[in-house]
């Protein structure tokens, strides 16, 4: 592979472990109300469901003669708007103006919900908590896999599905020791980097607009980068507020 390939399967596989271990933290405090079997059949019934979807896009888009600056615009498009949602929370987080995410406190309000629920209901907890993580990363897995290759973009989702799922099995318990807030940024810098260069080339001459081609993602990424670090150190700042009167 080469290395835009490489970067669009780490992208892919870094924000779907993200998704998966929020997804996991779900199961797991279902699987402590209803028990291991339960809670398993919940979630391979949204993963059959997310990979059905995921199969039935790739042959459509296989099947579809499109254009491809089109295409890439539109990826583009999407991968900036995905990445800039990601990009601000990260950053927020960074100056402590929004509270980073707590698998532990997730899986304490799951359990709390699960006290009051019977048996079909935490089932359709976990279903849905899986389904909905899994529907981000088909969208990625789209997004990427028309420009990387489909095989590579589901590989690296599949990839890491089975990291999480081990790491799981092993710990059974919240993965919270993962540093989710700075892979959610690495992969904001990364999602961001590719929507750049697709937009704008798909909206420009290719070569012309990029002319370090494919060194150009580490450029875009290091200044995507450098700009949060940049912007989280000076919203950290202490904010002076006027006391009562003044």
Not at 72 to 97: D, E, H, P, Q, S
Not at 145 to 152: A, D, F, K, T, V
């Amino acid at each position: 592979m080469n290395a835009t390939q490489w970067g669009g399967f780490a992208a892919v596989f870094l924000a779907s472990a993200v998704e998966w271990v929020e997804a996991f933290t779900i199961v797991l405090a279902v699987a402590l109300s209803i028990g291991w079997a339960g809670a398993s059949g919940a979630a391979l019934a949204a993963l059959a469901l997310v990979a059905a979807l995921i199969a039935a896009t790739g042959a459509g888009l296989a099947a579809v003669q499109a254009d491809i600056g089109a295409i890439r615009i539109a990826i583009g498009v999407f991968l900036l708007l995905f990445g800039l949602r990601w990009y601000v929370k990260a950053v927020r987080r960074y100056c402590g103006r929004t509270k980073l995410h707590d698998e532990d406190q997730e899986f304490r309000d799951t359990r709390e919900a699960l006290s009051h629920a019977e048996r079909h209901a935490a089932w359709l907890i976990a279903f849905k908590g899986v389904l909905l993580e899994g529907l981000e990363v088909w969208l990625l897995v789209v997004a990427l896999g028309h420009n990387i290759s489909y095989g590579q973009a589901t590989a690296g989702a599949l990839a890491a599905l089975l990291a999480v799922i081990a790491a799981g099995a092993l710990l059974r318990h919240p993965l919270n020791k993962v540093p989710e807030n700075t892979m959610k940024f690495i992969v904001a810098c990364a999602l961001l980097a590719f929507g750049s260069f697709w937009t704008i080339g798909g909206l420009f001459d290719e070569n012309q607009a990029w002319q370090l081609g494919d060194i150009t993602l580490v450029v875009l990424f290091a200044v995507y980068f450098g700009m949060g670090r940049l912007m989280g150190a000076s919203l950290s700042r202490p904010v002076v507020t006027p006391s009562i009167g003044a």
